[in-house]
T-cell receptor
Framework: RKEVEQDPGPFNVPEGATVAFNCTYS??????FFWYRQDCRKEPKLLMS???SGNEDGRFTAQLNRASQYISLLIRDSKLSDSATYLC????????????FGAGTQVVVTP | NAGVTQTPKFRILKIGQSMTLQCTQD?????MYWYRQDPGMGLKLIYY???????DKGEVPNGYNVSRSTTEDFPLRLELAAPSQTSVYFC???????????????FGPGTRLTVL
């Protein structure tokens, strides 16, 4: 079983719509959670950290559900520039600074 | 700041050849990492380093070697290249966060390697 699992998509979203997707993790010792964004053939870049109480950054909202071991990302008012692959990333307490990456969820925003 | 730089951007190797992928960061980060990313897969950690002179294996270290003689540089060596090493290689760096663990990781632009 993969440590971090994501629906690969693609999620096809009309411009201006809302899209949400989840990521599940298997290690209950996981402590830190992140969403990274990766554009086609480019390097991953941090989109946002995910906090226990949930957090928002502009049009992006991240939630953490420790009981069910998943995190979610919601994008409101989607822009064409939001088209990318979103990587779910998890750090466990026993992996000092090392991250576990999901394979990514592809989002395609259409005009 | 240039951030994390990697060279070369692209390379084609023949089976059995060797090469070194270069990685340099100018952010004075202690932690550095090498990942590989295969199509449709998540990034896999090859090696990492928590400071000059200290390296350790990640998830997929076989066929690779690293060294960390300075804070800035973290080269990855491929010996006896195999087709299974065809991948995109990313170098990353981070500083210790408030928890003492790695903070946000900053990635280089990647090296696309094909072994034929």
């Amino acid at each position: 079983r993969k440590e971090v699992e994501q629906d690969p998509g693609p999620f096809n979203v009309p411009e201006g719509a809302t899209v949400a997707f989840n990521c599940t993790y298997s290690n209950s010792a996981s402590q830190s959670f992140f969403w990274y964004r990766q554009d086609c053939r480019k390097e991953p870049k941090l989109l946002m950290s995910v906090y226990s109480s949930g957090n928002e950054d502009g049009r992006f909202t991240a939630q953490l559900n420790r009981a069910s071991q998943y995190i979610s990302l919601l994008i409101r008012d989607s822009k064409l520039s939001d088209s990318a692959t979103y990587l779910c990333v998890v750090m466990t307490t026993d992996s000092w600074g090392k991250l576990q990456f999901g394979a990514g969820t592809q989002v395609v925003v259409t005009p | 700041n240039a951030g994390v730089t990697q060279t070369p951007k692209f390379r084609i190797l023949k089976i059995g050849q060797s090469m070194t992928l270069q990685c340099t960061q100018d952010m004075n980060h202690n932690y550095m990492y090498w990942y590989r990313q295969d199509p449709g897969m998540g990034l896999k950690l090859i090696y990492y380093s928590v400071g000059a002179g200290i390296t350790d294996k990640g998830e997929v270290p076989n066929g690779y070697n690293v060294s960390r003689s300075t804070t800035e540089d973290f080269p990855l060596r491929l010996e006896l290249a195999a087709p299974s090493q065809t991948s995109v290689y990313f170098c990353a760096s981070s500083r210790p966060g408030a928890s003492g663990r790695g903070d946000t990781q900053y990635f280089g632009p990647g090296t696309r390697l094909t072994v034929l």
